[in-house]
């Protein structure tokens, strides 16, 4: 079995090859770039050029090291046939339900206020807010979604889900599909997006969906840059609709030195780190699908093209 490796960007390529000869003894295993043409039977990926796939023709199946492929489907050079398989939970929704929480907890108990003030010589402590003010409603009840969902309930705030499908997790209430969605929005205070990108998901953060929630709402985006259109939070934070926004993923990404978000008081901002892929965790999960799959057994994660995640 022949495996190439690439992930171009920010990664050294060294000891993700490594970790995947470690995983897989019995494999030959190759960083992609120097790899004879139609030479690997299966690719493991993060952000790869289309490229890859003019060079690897023989190809079996393309295992992504993320949750989210939206990029990698939007490949033109990937072949229509092949098997997209993405990673499933590698670590990441624990993550992710830490970040969403620490978000969540430092609007409703208004910690950035306080941190403004103490900084500026006031001490003013103020009531308690009640939980009940603060409905997080969870978009997408995923690996991801459900794990954040289960972690602010655990919390005691009202947690309402929204997915494709009905869902049942412990403590949420749960909505779905496009009929669901407006009665979730004005039930919700602080939106959370953990969707998959897709083309029903694109821009879904958009000024009428926004502007449904309750008053002085809150929107923490970790779930892709383009689910959000940028311009409408900006408007709707400067009319007071939004009252802040934690962004951990953004349109362009590197943010540019010169977005507005820089500017804007009330928005977090971190590097699109909120759940950061564990080489590990995932290298041995992929290794366990591609056994499964020269074994001609089913394995979890196979991307349906047609619905995008
Ligand atoms: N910022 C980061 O560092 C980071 C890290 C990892 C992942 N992510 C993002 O998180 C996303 C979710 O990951 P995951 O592992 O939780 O994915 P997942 O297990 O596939 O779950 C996706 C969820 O979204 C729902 N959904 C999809 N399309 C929908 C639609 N049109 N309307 C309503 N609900 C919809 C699905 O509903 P059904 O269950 O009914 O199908 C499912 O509940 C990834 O795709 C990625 O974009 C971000």
């Known amino acids: 079995m022949r495996i190439v ?39 493991i990926v993060w952000a790869p050029e289309g490229a890859l796939f003019e060079d690897q023709r023989a190809l079996k199946a393309v295992f992504n090291l993320g949750a989210g492929v939206d990029a990698l489907l939007a490949l033109a050079a990937l072949p229509p046939g ?17 970040y969403v929480c620490q978000a969540v ?47 602010l309930a655990a919390f005691d705030y009202p947690v ?14 749960s909505y779905c599909g496009p009929a669901g969605l407006d009665a979730f929005l004005r039930a919700s205070r602080i939106l959370v997006c953990a969707l998959p990108l897709t083309p029903d ?30 311009d409408d939070l900006l408007e709707l934070l400067d009319e007071g609709v939004i009252k802040g926004a934690t962004l951990d993923v953004f349109t362009e990404e590197p943010l540019r030195g010169d977005h507005p978000f820089l500017r804007q ?9 909120s759940a950061v892929t564990n080489r590990h965790l995932s290298v041995e999960q992929i290794a366990q699908k591609i056994k499964r799959f020269e074994a001609g057994a089913a394995i979890d994660g196979v991307v349906e093209r047609t619905r995008g995640y």
Not at 6 to 30: C, Q, T, Y
């Open 265 to 273: 008081p009330s928005i977090t901002l971190t590097p699109h780190i």
């Open 105 to 151: 907890i430092r609007f409703a108990r208004g910690l950035g206020e306080y941190e403004r003030e103490m900084k500026a010589g006031i001490w003013s402590a103020k009531r308690a807010p009640a939980r009940s003010d603060f409905p997080v409603g969870v978009m997408g009840l995923g690996a991801i979604g459900a794990r954040v969902a289960r972690a």
């Open 5 to 43: 490796v690439s992930v171009p960007g920010a990664f050294r390529i060294e000891p993700w090859v490594d970790a995947v000869k470690g995983a897989l003894p019995e494999a030959e295993v190759s960083a992609w770039d120097k790899a004879p043409a139609n030479w690997a039977d299966y690719a």
């Open 160 to 173: 309402l889900g929204w997915s494709r499908s009905p869902k049942t997790v412990a403590g949420v209430a």
């Open 82 to 98: 092949l098997p997209v398989v993405r990673l499933g939970d590698a670590g990441m929704s624990v993550q992710m339900a830490e």
């Open 201 to 230: 998901t694109r821009g879904i953060l958009c000024r009428a969906t926004l502007e449904k929630l309750r008053p002085e709402g809150y929107l923490i985006n970790v779930g892709r840059g383009a689910h959000l259109i940028e």
